[in-house]
C-alpha cells in the first residue's frame, strides 16, 4: 500500500498551507498579481503521482465549485501525491501563464494524472482546447505512456458520458471522494497505462470507453459524514466567487422532488443530509482557516435539509455572521424563514417557479399557484429583501404562447397587488426547455428556435413596458448544449472540429455539418422504444420509471 490517509476533515500536519503571493517586478517596483490564501505547496520526489485538477472555465467558477476544493485537498493530502490547479482562464493581469499550473508553472503534458472536473456541455470544448494547447493528443487511443491519463468527471458526465467517450481515458459516474484513494492506489500499483486503465475499470463508478460500451453502475456516498470534506478552501483576495467570499458549506446532495426536467435531481438520487454537527464544525473550523465570516449554503433544496431551520439559526444567532441561501423552492419558504434569510444579510431572494400554467406545473410536478407566489414576494418585500429574482422555463410541447402570457400578467399583477414593490427590485431568467438525459423528458425535443426567439421577442417588449429587468438564456446556445446532453460518442469529432472552427454558435453547425454527425433527435425527439446512447450507465433510476414519468408528462402538458 502506497498511500495512507485518513478521511478526516482535519488539516494533515504534513501539508503546509501556504499564503501564495505571486509578484512580477516592474522597474524597481514589484506589482502585487495575486494573493490567495490555502494554498498547498509540496515539493515531492520524482516517484511521486503528480495530479492536475483541471477546470475548463474561468478561475471564478473554478473557484466557486466545490469539485475544485474537495479533489484539490483530499490529492494533497495523501502521501506521495502532488496536486495543483490548471484553469482555462485566468484572471487579467494575474501574471499566470494560460494552460500551466498556478503552483509551479507546469506544462499540462508533465503531469501524470488530469483530474477534468466540467459541469456544463459548452464547455466540453474548453477541454479540447486545453489539450491541443498543451500538446497533449485528442484521443484517448492516440495517447500512449508517455502523456498523462485523462480523468473526467461532473454532473454532466454522470449523466451521458459517452459525448466525452473517445476523448478521456476515466469517466466517473457519481461521486468520487469515496474511491479517490483506490483509483491512486490503483495507479501506483500498475506497471503501464493499459494495466491502470485494466485494474481501474473494476471500481464501482469508473468507466473505461476504450473497453466499450460497458454497464457501469454510478458511485456515491451513503454517509457525508464519513467522507472527507475541504474545511481549508482557496480564498482569492480581491476576486469574488460566484456566491461571494465565504467558506462553502454542502448541507445536503441530493434531492426528495421528482421535477421532471431536472437532471440534477435524478442524478444525485438518493437525498443525503449532512448532520448538523458536521455541519457545526465545518462552519467553526471553516471560518479561523478560511478567514472570512460569511457562509455560503450548497444544496439543490436548502430547507429540505431536516434540521435546516436549526443550522440557519446557529450561524445567524449564535455565531452572527451572514450566509448566502442558493435559489429556493417557492413552497419551502414560510415568514420565519424569510426573516432569517434577512437577518443572514441576504438582500436577493431568488427563487424558481419555472412556469404559472398549472398543466406545465403539475406535469413537470412543481408547481405554485399563482396568489400564493404574489403572497410570497409580497412577504419577502415586507421582510427587507430588496431584491427578487425569480426563474421561468419555456417551450414546453403543445403550450403556445400560454406560457408567456402567464408570465406577462404575473408581472402587472404583482406591482397592482403589492404597492411598495418597485420594478427596479425585480428581475426575470428565463430558460428555454433543454431535455436532459437521465430524466423523463430525455425524448423531448428542443422547441423549434425561431417560436423561442418569438417568445422571448414578446417578452422583452411586453415587460420592458413595466421595467422589469429580464435574462434570457440564448436558444442557439441552448440547442448545442442539448444536442451535446443527448448526444453518442460519434460527437467527439464535431468537438474537436469546434474547437478549430472558433468555439461560436455558427462554428458549432460548421463542426456538426463537417462531421457528419446525425443530430436529428434535437428537432424530433427520440422514441420510447430506441436505444439511448446512455443506456449502459446505470444511475439506480429504472428506465420504465422513466418512460412512466415521460408518458405521465405527455398526458398533462395536453390538456
Same mark, same amino acid.
Given at each position: 500500500?502506497?498511500?495512507?490517509?485518513?478521511?478526516?476533515?482535519?488539516?494533515?500536519?504534513?501539508?503546509?498551507?501556504?499564503?501564495?503571493?505571486?509578484?512580477?517586478?516592474?522597474?524597481?517596483?514589484?506589482?502585487?498579481?495575486?494573493?490567495?490564501?490555502?494554498?498547498?505547496?509540496?515539493?515531492?520526489?520524482?516517484? *511521486?503521482?503528480?495530479?492536475?485538477?483541471?477546470?475548463?472555465?474561468?478561475?471564478?467558477?473554478?473557484?466557486?465549485?466545490?469539485?475544485?476544493?474537495?479533489?484539490?485537498?483530499?490529492?494533497?493530502?495523501?502521501?506521495?501525491?502532488?496536486?495543483?490547479?490548471?484553469?482555462?482562464?485566468?484572471?487579467?493581469?494575474?501574471?499566470?501563464?494560460?494552460?500551466?499550473?498556478?503552483?509551479?508553472?507546469?506544462?499540462?503534458?508533465?503531469? *501524470?494524472?488530469?483530474?477534468?472536473?466540467?459541469?456544463?456541455?459548452?464547455?466540453?470544448?474548453?477541454?479540447?482546447?486545453?489539450?491541443?494547447?498543451?500538446?497533449?493528443?485528442?484521443?484517448?487511443?492516440?495517447?500512449?505512456?508517455?502523456?498523462?491519463?485523462?480523468?473526467?468527471?461532473?454532473?454532466?458526465?454522470?449523466?451521458?458520458?459517452?459525448?466525452?467517450?473517445?476523448?478521456?481515458?476515466?469517466?466517473?459516474?457519481?461521486?468520487?471522494?469515496?474511491?479517490?484513494?483506490?483509483?491512486?492506489?490503483?495507479?501506483?500499483?500498475?506497471?503501464?497505462?493499459?494495466?491502470?486503465? *485494466?485494474?481501474?475499470?473494476?471500481?464501482?463508478?469508473?468507466?473505461?470507453?476504450?473497453?466499450?460500451?460497458?454497464?457501469?453502475?454510478?458511485?456515491?456516498?451513503?454517509?457525508?459524514?464519513?467522507?472527507?470534506?475541504?474545511?481549508?478552501?482557496?480564498?482569492?483576495?480581491?476576486?469574488?466567487?460566484?456566491?461571494?467570499?465565504?467558506?462553502?458549506?454542502?448541507?445536503?446532495?441530493?434531492?426528495?422532488?421528482?421535477?421532471?426536467?431536472?437532471?440534477?435531481?435524478?442524478?444525485?438520487?438518493?437525498?443525503?443530509?449532512?448532520?448538523?454537527?458536521?455541519?457545526?464544525?465545518?462552519?467553526?473550523?471553516?471560518?479561523?482557516?478560511?478567514?472570512?465570516?460569511?457562509?455560503?449554503?450548497?444544496?439543490?433544496?436548502?430547507?429540505?435539509?431536516?434540521?435546516?431551520?436549526?443550522?440557519?439559526?446557529?450561524?445567524?444567532?449564535?455565531?452572527?455572521?451572514?450566509?448566502?441561501?442558493?435559489?429556493?423552492?417557492?413552497?419551502?419558504?414560510?415568514?420565519?424563514?424569510?426573516?432569517?434569510?434577512?437577518?443572514?444579510?441576504?438582500?436577493?431572494?431568488?427563487?424558481?417557479?419555472?412556469?404559472?400554467?398549472?398543466?406545465?406545473?403539475?406535469?413537470?410536478?412543481?408547481?405554485?399557484?399563482?396568489?400564493?407566489?404574489?403572497?410570497?414576494?409580497?412577504?419577502?418585500?415586507?421582510?427587507?429583501?430588496?431584491?427578487?429574482?425569480?426563474?421561468?422555463?419555456?417551450?414546453?410541447?403543445?403550450?403556445?404562447?400560454?406560457?408567456?402570457?402567464?408570465?406577462?400578467?404575473?408581472?402587472?399583477?404583482?406591482?397592482?397587488?403589492?404597492?411598495?414593490?418597485?420594478?427596479?427590485?425585480?428581475?426575470?431568467?428565463?430558460?428555454?426547455?433543454?431535455?436532459?438525459?437521465?430524466?423523463?423528458?430525455?425524448?423531448?425535443?428542443?422547441?423549434?428556435?425561431?417560436?423561442?426567439?418569438?417568445?422571448?421577442?414578446?417578452?422583452?417588449?411586453?415587460?420592458?413596458?413595466?421595467?422589469?429587468?429580464?435574462?434570457?438564456?440564448?436558444?442557439?446556445?441552448?440547442?448545442?448544449?442539448?444536442?451535446?446532453?443527448?448526444?453518442?460518442?460519434?460527437?467527439?469529432?464535431?468537438?474537436?472540429?469546434?474547437?478549430?472552427?472558433?468555439?461560436?454558435?455558427?462554428?458549432?453547425?460548421?463542426?456538426?455539418?463537417?462531421?457528419?454527425?446525425?443530430?436529428?433527435?434535437?428537432?424530433?425527439?427520440?422514441?420510447?422504444?430506441?436505444?439511448?446512447?446512455?443506456?449502459?450507465?446505470?444511475?439506480?433510476?429504472?428506465?420504465?420509471?422513466?418512460?412512466?414519468?415521460?408518458?405521465?408528462?405527455?398526458?398533462?402538458?395536453?390538456?
Amino acid at each position: 500500500m502506497y498511500i495512507r490517509y485518513k478521511y478526516v476533515a482535519t488539516v494533515m500536519p504534513y501539508v503546509k498551507y501556504l499564503r501564495m503571493q505571486e509578484r512580477v517586478r516592474i522597474g524597481a517596483g514589484v506589482k502585487l498579481l495575486l494573493r490567495e490564501c490555502n494554498v498547498v505547496k509540496k515539493h515531492g520526489r520524482p516517484s *511521486d503521482l503528480h495530479a492536475a485538477i483541471v477546470y475548463p472555465s474561468t478561475y471564478v467558477a473554478a473557484i466557486s465549485s466545490l469539485a475544485t476544493h474537495m479533489l484539490y485537498f483530499m490529492l494533497n493530502r495523501m502521501d506521495s501525491v502532488i496536486a495543483e490547479r490548471v484553469f482555462l482562464k485566468y484572471p487579467e493581469g494575474s501574471g499566470l501563464e494560460k494552460y500551466r499550473s498556478i503552483e509551479f508553472r507546469r506544462k499540462m503534458r508533465d503531469f *501524470d494524472i488530469l483530474f477534468f472536473s466540467v459541469h456544463y456541455e459548452p464547455n466540453y470544448v474548453n477541454i479540447v482546447d486545453m489539450l491541443v494547447n498543451s500538446k497533449i493528443p485528442l484521443y484517448a487511443k492516440d495517447r500512449h505512456g508517455e502523456y498523462p491519463v485523462i480523468i473526467v468527471g461532473g454532473p454532466t458526465v454522470t449523466a451521458n458520458p459517452e459525448p466525452l467517450a473517445e476523448i478521456a481515458d476515466v469517466l466517473v459516474i457519481g461521486e468520487i471522494e469515496n474511491i479517490l484513494g483506490k483509483v491512486v492506489d490503483t495507479y501506483f500499483s500498475s506497471r503501464n497505462k493499459s494495466e491502470f486503465l *485494466d485494474a481501474v475499470a473494476s471500481i464501482r463508478g469508473i468507466y473505461v470507453p476504450m473497453h466499450g460500451k460497458h454497464r457501469v453502475s454510478k458511485n456515491y456516498v451513503e454517509n457525508l459524514d464519513e467522507v472527507f470534506y475541504p474545511i481549508a478552501q482557496i480564498q482569492t483576495e480581491g476576486i469574488e466567487p460566484a456566491y461571494g467570499r465565504g467558506v462553502i458549506v454542502e448541507t445536503t446532495r441530493g434531492c426528495k422532488w421528482h421535477c421532471q426536467f431536472c437532471m440534477e435531481g435524478f442524478i444525485s438520487k438518493p437525498k443525503r443530509d449532512r448532520s448538523f454537527a458536521k455541519i457545526r464544525k465545518i462552519i467553526e473550523k471553516g471560518l479561523e482557516v478560511n478567514n472570512v465570516s460569511r457562509v455560503v449554503f450548497y444544496a439543490l433544496s436548502f430547507f429540505d435539509h431536516n434540521e435546516a431551520d436549526r443550522i440557519l439559526e446557529f450561524t445567524v444567532n449564535d455565531l452572527g455572521i451572514n450566509a448566502s441561501i442558493p435559489s429556493l423552492r417557492p413552497n419551502t419558504l414560510n415568514d420565519y424563514r424569510l426573516e432569517l434569510m434577512i437577518k443572514a444579510g441576504q438582500k436577493t431572494l431568488t427563487i424558481a417557479p419555472e412556469t404559472l400554467c398549472w398543466n406545465i406545473g403539475a406535469a413537470i410536478k412543481k408547481f405554485i399557484m399563482e396568489h400564493k407566489l404574489i403572497e410570497l414576494v409580497g412577504k419577502a418585500v415586507k421582510a427587507g429583501f430588496r431584491n427578487i429574482k425569480l426563474y421561468f422555463i419555456i417551450g414546453f410541447p403543445n403550450i403556445g404562447f400560454e406560457e408567456v402570457s402567464r408570465i406577462i400578467e404575473f408581472s402587472r399583477k404583482i406591482f397592482k397587488k403589492i404597492k411598495s414593490l418597485k420594478s427596479s427590485q425585480v428581475r426575470f431568467s428565463v430558460n428555454p426547455l433543454i431535455p436532459k438525459p437521465q430524466t423523463p423528458l430525455q425524448w423531448l425535443p428542443l422547441e423549434n428556435l425561431k417560436t423561442l426567439h418569438r417568445k422571448m421577442n414578446y417578452l422583452t417588449k411586453e415587460l420592458r413596458k413595466i421595467s422589469i429587468t429580464t435574462d434570457f438564456y440564448e436558444p442557439k446556445w441552448a440547442r448545442v448544449q442539448a444536442t451535446i446532453a443527448l448526444g453518442d460518442r460519434d460527437l467527439g469529432k464535431a468537438l474537436e472540429l469546434w474547437y478549430f472552427y472558433g468555439k461560436t454558435v455558427s462554428g458549432w453547425h460548421r463542426a456538426l455539418r463537417y462531421s457528419n454527425v446525425n443530430v436529428e433527435y434535437i428537432k424530433e425527439g427520440r422514441s420510447l422504444d430506441e436505444e439511448l446512447p446512455w443506456s449502459h450507465i446505470d444511475l439506480g433510476i429504472s428506465l420504465d420509471y422513466l418512460k412512466r414519468g415521460y408518458m405521465f408528462f405527455n398526458r398533462l402538458i395536453s390538456r
